[in-house]
């Protein structure tokens, strides 16, 4: 939940940029981005947040942060929010080996969910292709074609 002074906290600590983290592993930071993927466990919840810079794995214990995984619970894909936290290194995490252990999250903007699913036929996929094209594997095929080009 987001804590009873966010605009203090917001003004003490800057926005730090995804592509800095790996100087700032111990350190409280604040990330601000927008939320890719929610996987919601029993005792751990994970969001990919995106910035220009990069992605970033924030991880909120539930045991630790009730009322952060309850917030985290009503997260969509395509959500703003900013993040505060202890950047930790992890080598399980695929992104870079760092993750963001949460201490407190404030949504800037909820997104409507999205129409298209992992499980969206092709129909669904044609009809909304300006959101489908966001993801990483459709954008594939524009990398091969610039590599024919070149």
């Not at 926005?15 to 993927?37: K, M, S």
């Not at 942060?65 to 997260?75: F, I």
């Not at 407190?104 to 129409?115: T, V």
């Amino acid at each position: 939940m987001s804590s009873t002074y966010p605009i203090l906290k917001s003004m003490v600590l800057s926005r730090t940029r995804l592509g800095a983290l790996p100087q700032l592993t111990g350190e409280t930071i604040r990330v601000c981005g927008w939320v890719d993927v929610v996987r919601d466990q029993k005792a751990v919840q994970f969001v990919i947040v995106s910035e220009p810079t990069g992605q970033v794995q924030v991880t909120i214990l539930r045991r630790e942060h009730r009322a952060l995984g309850e917030l985290v619970a009503t997260l969509t894909a395509g959500s703003v929010i900013s993040v505060i936290g202890e950047v930790v290194a992890n080598e399980r995490v695929k992104l870079g080996g760092l993750e963001i252990l949460a201490t407190d999250i404030e949504i800037l903007s909820l997104a409507e969910p999205s129409p298209i699913t992992p499980e969206s036929g092709i129909e669904a996929r044609m009809d909304h292709r300006h959101l489908d094209l966001r993801r990483p594997e459709a954008q594939l095929i524009f990398a091969e074609i610039g590599r024919a080009h070149v």
